[in-house]
């Protein structure tokens, strides 16, 4: 096996550690070539479509990418933003929040963020934190629900790329946080601040990204994770069972995928009688085109033609204080034992820098 030249080494040179924030991604435009760029390299990963190689390259390559691509760029065009995609705008300002709160928690990291399907990809920025000397990383999802078809694609991708590196650095991953206390807590908030503001409906209704149904009786427990989600969360608002619903969407193919289904729900839900629905995407923590587009839009629409009055879209915690400090938290618990506090000598040194960064962090998650 070659291995990669790796950067020159000085014994007795500092150890930096850093912290890397891994989501999903995005294409790099909304056009057709682009998005099919970003879809094939997506559907080609064997976490995300179990179907035999052989067949699947056929399907994917001779009708999935040629029809869906243009139509999904059409969809994008609909959420893209000045500053880009919204997905990689979102990542980017969490990152950088990031590094603010857990440097005035004294902690001296590197914190990037990188995407498992486009750019900044995954293996760029490993490369750029070995050449940096970065010797500790922690890897950290952005999803909190563990999934196989996620979360596990992470840890395949890290180690595929550490395969050919001579002098890996050590690593740890976060597995999954869909029942940390401070994830809950940020959740809550921002159902709270939506009603504050919004009123309040007498259904909310949680929509998580689904899987296909054979997943779960493989032993994924992403379904498990989810359910514990929504019950955690409906305990802390104080609702009901009947005032809270768990949906999935995103379905994509014939095969049957974890139910119920989003949209056909919130159908019956209106000509059912009920005239608002509250809806929020807790498995997402950054919004993006399954959320702004899929849920707020397209759900939107189906929910009002079957006869709903009042549709209510609850962004994702995104760059809220409240989510970026449990970010912070649960990313601090998992640094425990490296050796990431400064020293009095190097506080004094960085003082401008986490001064700069933390009061980014703050305008960042400033309300908007």
Partial sequence: MAFNKAPEYTHGSAVKTAVVLVNLGTPDEADAPSVRRYLKQFLSDPRVVEIPRAIWWLILNGIILPIR???????????????????????????????GYLGEQGHAVEVRYAMSYGNPSLPDVLNALQVE???????????????ATTTASIFDAVTSHYRTVRNIPELRFIK????????IAALKE??????????????????????????????????????????????ALGLTQDELLVTFQSRFGKAEWLQPYTAPTLVQLAKDGLERVDIMCPGFTSDC???LEEISLEAKHDFLEAGG????????????????????????????????????????????QNVIA???ARRLGAPK
Avoid at 69 to 81: D, F, R, V
Avoid at 327 to 347: E, F, V
Wanted: with cysteine.
């Fill in 69 to 99: 691509a243009s139509k999904s760029a059409a969809k994008y065009a609909l959420i893209w933003t000045k500053e880009g995609s919204p997905l990689k705008v979102h990542t980017e300002k969490q990152s950088t929040m990031l590094r």
């Fill in 133 to 147: 000397g970065c010797d500790r990383i922690l890897i950290v999802p952005a999803y909190p629900q563990y999934s």
């Fill in 176 to 183: 999954h946080y869909h029942d940390d206390p401070a994830y």
């Fill in 190 to 235: 921002s159902v709270l601040t939506h009603w504050q503001s919004n009123g309040r409906g007498n259904k909310l209704v949680l929509s998580f990204h689904g899987v296909p149904k054979r997943t779960l009786l493989l032993g994924d427990p992403y379904h498990c994770e989810c359910y514990k989600t929504a019950r955690l969360l409906r305990t």
């Fill in 289 to 291: 085109l399954e959320t």
């Fill in 309 to 352: 009055k009042e549709f209510h879209y609850i962004p994702c915690v995104n760059e809220a204080p409240s989510w970026v400090g449990a970010l912070a938290t649960i990313t601090a618990r998992h640094l425990q034992g490296w050796p990431t506090q400064q020293s009095d000598a190097d506080k004094e040194a960085d003082s401008a």
């Fill in 358 to 360: 933390a009061n980014e």
